[in-house]
């Protein structure tokens, strides 16, 4: 038979919302180190960068690449150089603070890790337990961050035009995927082969109509219709540059020393127990 639940201590509860809305939880499930500079690039003065899309809500945080040859292939980053160079072009994610020199060929010099914002179950706050008080501040949003690899996409189209040059007979990149809310389409009814001159042409295009946006033309379901919209307005959006300072900086420091509460305004709590409880699901 256990012991019965004996109470240790008692600790002030403070809260704060001194930062709203800038306390953000950063997931990495896909990193296996600190998020920090290697040191083989720490040595040539790079630092991790961040740019945000705050219209979409979309973070990168640039890492340096780890030089080193028993882990890094030269010959190879100039090929991924010249894919993400291209992926950007396509997207409008150039980056202009980022310059080469007049002959330099491109070279993947970092990895992006791009965000995606997780839905909150309930209300999270931010605890801290110091001078034994315990301080409490909201957090606002939740995003995890993964490597982003659109790049391959340009040496994988590349790789297929390569392949039916040679006579392959691969699929070649003829557009995007069938559409899944769509019912599949019914085979087409063999038909006599005519003459070349009797062949019609149909595409599905996208243009921009100046500030109107884009308009698409062929048929689409709204829900495919609205996935492109999407993807176009982030495109779209111009990224803002932010100074990435790590926990050791001041400016970490000064955020961190933010998040304490500084009031001795007594809080009343206007819940009661049975309304806490009804809250909590499968209770």
Wanted: aromatic share 4%; charged share 35%.
């Amino acid at each position: 038979m256990h012991e019965e639940d004996r109470l240790v201590s008692v600790l002030p509860i403070r809260y704060s919302n001194s930062l709203v809305p800038n306390i953000h939880i950063h997931q990495f499930p896909l990193l296996t180190r600190p998020l920090q500079v290697p040191p083989s690039a720490a040595a040539s003065g790079k630092r991790i960068r961040a740019r945000l899309k705050s219209g979409v809500r979309r973070l990168e945080v640039h890492v340096p690449v780890d030089t080193r040859p028993e882990v890094w292939n030269g010959e190879r980053s100039h090929e991924l150089g010249k894919a993400r160079e291209e992926d950007d072009k396509e997207k409008n994610q150039e980056l202009p603070n980022v310059k080469q020199r007049e002959g330099e060929e491109p070279r993947l010099q970092e990895v992006r890790m791009r965000s995606e914002q997780l839905s909150q179950m309930g209300s999270y706050v931010l605890g801290i337990v110091r001078d034994g008080q315990l301080h409490l501040h909201p957090i606002n949003e939740t995003h995890q961050l993964r490597p982003t690899l659109t790049y391959m996409d340009v040496l994988s189209r590349k790789s297929r035009r390569s392949r039916a040059g040679n006579g392959s007979d691969d699929d070649s990149d003829d557009g995007p995927p069938p559409d899944p809310d769509e019912p599949a389409p019914a085979p087409a009814p063999k038909k006599e082969k005519k003459p070349a001159g009797d062949v019609k042409e149909v595409q599905v295009a996208v243009r921009k109509t100046g500030e109107q946006g884009v308009q698409f033309q062929g048929g689409l379901t709204a829900v495919r219709r609205e996935m492109l919209m999407m993807i176009h307005a982030e495109e779209d959006e111009k990224w803002v540059d932010y100074e990435y300072c790590d926990g050791e900086a001041a400016e970490s420091n000064d955020a961190f020393e933010a998040v304490f509460s500084r009031s001795n305004e007594q809080l009343e709590c206007k819940t009661d127990i049975t309304s806490i409880l009804k809250d909590i699901r499968g209770l």
